[in-house]
């Protein structure tokens, strides 16, 4: 088996249990919440589709990024829906609830919403070297990886929920432990080409990652928590569904690395505004 072969295998493993997991820790409930809520969604459905994929094209095509690294990072500027969402929330005070609701949503709705409008938005970052991805391939591929796993967990939980709560745990620490090896392998199969990131390139996702923050507060809704929890929810894409597609269609490509490169960026950027705003809160009320 190859380096990328083995990549393949890991990350597709990864999503799967990751998407389990995510499935037995969401209520009904909590989906019907936000599926009714319809503002909320149309916002998060602007926020997430439109205006995250437009300004990483704008950024993409400012700073003069190669296709493939274009692609790379383009494919996660189109995956929300990220398992970490609702534990950033929370550490940030936010509704932890509706974070749930949100991840559950994105994490079904980009299964088939991204391989749909990827090769749209490729061509507008590929320059003159054509881009193309297997849309039925991918769609396919996600469904199997991704949305069944979800619908399967969250079927456990609403018919079975003490087997659900019993296998949350161990459930949530698997997704830990294969992150960490999954992030690992792909560190090391290309690491030569992450070393090579330049300082305008790390400047840019900077730019990428503070822009989605603002945009997901922005449209967050009235109530602080709410903006928190948007904001977090719109700037954490999902690393798992970005590396499904990235190896899938770019495999063994400086796409893959862009993309494991912005997915590191977001997540410890993500944590750190998280933490920042649970020092805020506080500070706020032992005045």
Not at 5 to 21: D, K
Not at 27 to 53: C, D, F, K, M
Not at 238 to 258: D, H, Q, S
Request: overall charge positive; some cysteine; glycine content about 10%.
């Amino acid at each position: 088996m190859s380096s990328e072969q083995l990549v393949n295998l890991v990350v597709t493993v990864t999503l799967v249990e990751m998407m389990v997991a995510i499935g037995l820790g969401v209520t009904l409930a909590e989906l019907r919440a936000v599926a009714v809520n319809r503002g909320l969604l149309l916002r998060t459905t602007v926020a997430n589709y439109v205006v995250v994929p437009a300004i990483a094209i704008l950024l993409l095509i400012l700073f003069r990024a190669q296709a493939l690294v274009g692609a790379g990072i383009l494919i996660l500027a189109v995956c929300p829906g990220a398992p970490f969402g609702p534990p950033c929330a929370g550490l940030a005070r936010g509704n932890v609830v509706t974070a749930v609701g949100l991840m559950a949503f994105l994490a079904a709705s980009s299964a088939i919403v991204a391989p749909l409008i990827l090769p749209i938005l490729l061509p507008l970052v590929a320059g003159d070297q054509p881009l193309g991805v297997d849309v039925l391939g991918i769609v396919r591929t996600l469904f199997v990886t991704q949305l069944l796993p979800l619908c399967l967990g969250v079927a456990v939980r609403h018919w079975y929920p003490t087997v659900a709560g019993r296998l949350k745990s161990p459930a949530d620490r698997a997704s830990a432990v294969l992150s960490l090896v999954t992030f690992g392998l792909v560190l090391a199969v290309q690491f030569s080409t992450l070393r090579a990131i330049r300082l305008t390139g790390m400047v840019g996702m900077l730019l990428l990652l503070a822009s989605t923050l603002a945009i997901g507060w922005v449209l967050g809704g009235p109530a602080a928590a709410d903006r928190r929890t948007h904001a977090l929810t719109t700037s954490l894409r999902n690393v798992g569904v970005g590396l499904v597609i990235a190896t899938r269609a770019f495999g063994g490509t400086p796409a893959v690395t862009a993309a494991l490169a912005y997915g590191l960026v977001e997540i410890i950027g993500s944590v750190m505004v998280a933490l920042w705003w649970r020092a805020w809160g506080r500070a706020e009320e032992s005045r």
